[in-house]
């Protein structure tokens, strides 16, 4: 065995480090796998089929940290080595001949597949994976390399009290005294790292799109309410998109799951989207926090990044600058053109501001941040569109992804494409938009004026006199014009002010922290605004400035917990702590009600409020310390982060 890992090594040095891909091309993955979340071990049995493209002595599957047994390749046992990385497999493998290699594995994964809860009685007890770009080979013996993509079938046994949520379309169940086995299959082909998996305690919704796609909403049994505001839209963007793109939904079906303390907003596995639960709201946090941007974005992702995959990370503007653009696109079909305007207005001023710091960089490189990628990839999209016209950009659009479908592309790829309808030359344009270290602002704003909306927006200059603008605030003007008059000069809001919009309210409350008397009882009705930040905001600046009426203030929030990170309630608990004269006999009960918001039962964000709130207070005691430190071993390395730099604050 020695013997032919030295034989590897000289092979692949030999070969110019050649990518594996040019040598094998995996098909079909037959994935069986059981789950033991007491110990977080995966064990299960895995068969692939392989084509072989040019004569070979070697290839690997991506295995980080695995054992294996039962190795064979057509039925026979064959030589093979795990380095800790990859299970190396040896053998004479002959051009154009099929193989198929199957083994047993088990896996204790330190990435990539998360168990959340398991260690808490009482908590929320999930699953879930997140392969992000080259993962799941922690979880799943797999391929990193996003080019090689495959038809996976999984199978997977797990307690019978959970669902269990994975891509594809659910062919069949079997039971047995205490565990279900779930067989997920798809029949088209895609990469590794978009391989999912998720087990909860779920319900779910099913609606059906205009082309008769099963959409799938799952929700935790006790969010029943919450599931008409959390997905609302999502029929409505599924057949915009549809009809929007030209080409049909590529996958049998489309799943949104929630999952407990995600790593990002949401992802976009093949046909089974994760997001964090942080997004299942009320009807009345929908005007603050929705889920309906990071619905459509990883919606879009469906196309692109899922149905064609960028090779490298040279051209990941192909999957989050299109997801962007198209979720913007979705948004507009449901708010608006003002709406679509005023966000690439927005993403403006945030490129602007990220070159103005000297970090811009040119689209097409792979180190970028995701707000070049994200954002003025969109925005390369909107003028693009704008130069080649609406039907030669969605003709273009449409031949890319049906040319390239279930394959990996170069921006070349979709340029050519473009030019091939519009037969116009994209030389500078590619100049500009994707070569151009610095965001074409000029451009962008020029781009802009074409709506009459941004034109007034424009025309309202805060360098000047702005007072001149005092009546605007009582006028038909914008919601943002208003804003924008309010953050600047907020001594001109009236009373009167405050007949306008939630919006335009919350800008008030934002920005009059300190509190005339003059407009007292109308600051007071902004803790009745069906807005959780209002409410967060107005309760803490009239406790701050009217002390004579903090009990009737704490009186009339008493009950109002505000978005899943309990806002306003925590706020109500510290401003509770800090009036004397409002139920003292109380204190301990609070006060302890504030720390339990700290302990692993909850999600991360409310936990880091909680933590926040009780350093603040100087409150942090012994029960604070041990959950903190229990924090800086989570699995989001933000909160881990956070936590480091608290308890060092703390303890220093």
């Not at 020695?2 to 891909?21: H, I, P």
């Not at 592309?409 to 091939?420: N, R, Y």
Request: with cysteine.
């Amino acid at each position: 065995m020695k013997q032919f890992g030295l034989f590897v090594f000289l092979l692949f040095s030999f070969r110019g480090y050649a990518q594996q891909t040019d040598y094998v091309d995996f098909k079909t993955a037959k994935i069986t796998i059981s789950i033991i979340p007491d110990s977080s071990k995966v064990m299960g049995m895995v068969d692939y089929e392989f084509k072989i493209l040019k004569p070979v002595d070697s290839i690997y599957i991506n295995a980080v940290n695995m054992n294996f047994n039962n190795v064979f390749i057509v039925n026979k046992k064959v030589s093979y080595r795990n380095d800790g990385k990859k299970l190396w497999l040896k053998s004479s493998f002959k051009k154009d001949s099929l193989y198929n290699v199957s083994f047993n594995y088990s896996a204790d994964p330190k990435k990539a597949l998360y168990f959340i809860d398991w260690e808490n009685e009482n908590g929320n007890k999930q699953i879930w994976t997140q392969g992000q770009g080259k993962y799941t080979s922690n979880w799943l013996p797999s391929i990193d390399d996003m080019n090689d993509k495959m038809v996976f079938d999984l199978t997977v046994t797990f307690d019978k009290q959970h669902e269990v949520i994975a891509n594809g379309k659910l062919t069949s169940k079997q039971f047995s005294d205490s565990t279900t086995t779930w067989h997920y299959q798809m029949i088209e082909p895609m990469s590794s790292y978009l391989v999912a998996l998720a087990i909860g305690k779920y319900n779910k919704k099913t609606e059906y799109s205009k082309s008769s796609i099963p959409l799938e909403m799952y929700y935790y049994k006790e969010d029943s309410l919450k599931v008409e505001p959390t997905y609302r839209y999502t029929k409505q963007m599924f057949d915009f998109l549809e009809d929007e793109i030209g080409v049909s939904y590529p996958w049998q079906n489309y799943k949104q799951v929630p999952v407990k303390d995600f790593l990002y907003a949401g992802m976009e596995n093949t046909s089974v989207t994760f997001f964090s639960d942080g997004f299942v709201i009320d009807s009345i946090a929908f005007i603050d926090k929705n889920y309906v941007n990071v619905n459509a974005h990883e919606l879009a992702h469906q196309w692109f990044g899922d149905l064609v995959t960028e090779q490298s990370g040279t051209h990941h503007w192909l999957q989050e600058g299109f997801a962007t653009y198209y979720a913007l696109l979705a948004e507009r079909e449901i708010f608006g053109e003002d709406h679509y305007y005023w966000k690439l207005y927005e993403y403006a001023q945030e490129l602007l501001q990220q070159d103005e710091v000297g970090q811009g960089t040119i689209l097409l490189d792979p180190k970028a941040n995701s707000l070049t990628f994200y954002k003025q990839g969109a925005w390369a999209l909107h003028v693009l569109r704008e130069y080649v016209g609406d039907v030669h950009f969605k003709n273009a659009v449409k031949n890319y992804l049906e040319e390239y479908e279930f394959k990996n592309v170069e921006t070349k790829d979709f340029l050519m494409a473009v030019e091939k309808v519009s037969r116009k030359d994209l030389k500078a344009f590619t100049a500009l938009w994707l070569k151009n270290e610095q965001f074409p602002y000029d451009e962008a704003l020029n781009s802009l004026k074409q709506s009459k909306f941004i034109q007034d927006y424009l025309l309202v200059d805060c360098k000047e006199d702005v007072s001149i603008y005092k009546d605007y605030l009582v006028s038909e003007m914008s919601d943002e014009i208003k804003i924008k008059i309010i953050e600047k000069a907020p001594e001109l809001v009236t009373a009167e002010a405050f007949n306008n919009s939630l919006k335009v309210r919350q800008a008030i409350a934002k920005c009059i922290t300190q509190i005339p008397m003059e407009l007292k009882e109308a600051y007071e009705s902004l803790l009745h605004d069906k807005s959780y930040i209002t409410i967060e905001i107005a309760l803490y600046n009239l406790w701050n400035n009217f002390s004579e009426n903090r009990v009737d203030y704490l009186k009339n929030t008493r009950d109002v917990i505000g978005f899943n990170d309990k806002n306003i309630r925590m706020l109500w608990l510290v401003l509770a702590l800090n009036t004397s004269e409002f139920e003292f006999e109380n204190n301990q009960k609070y006060f302890e009600e504030l720390r339990n918001y700290t302990s692993s039962n909850y999600d991360f964000e409310t936990r880091q409020k909680a933590f926040q709130y009780l350093n603040m207070i100087q409150a942090c005691d012994a029960i604070c310390k041990d959950n903190l430190k229990q924090a800086t071993k989570h699995h989001n390395w933000q909160f881990s982060k956070f936590a480091k730099e608290m308890l060092n604050q703390i303890n220093n």
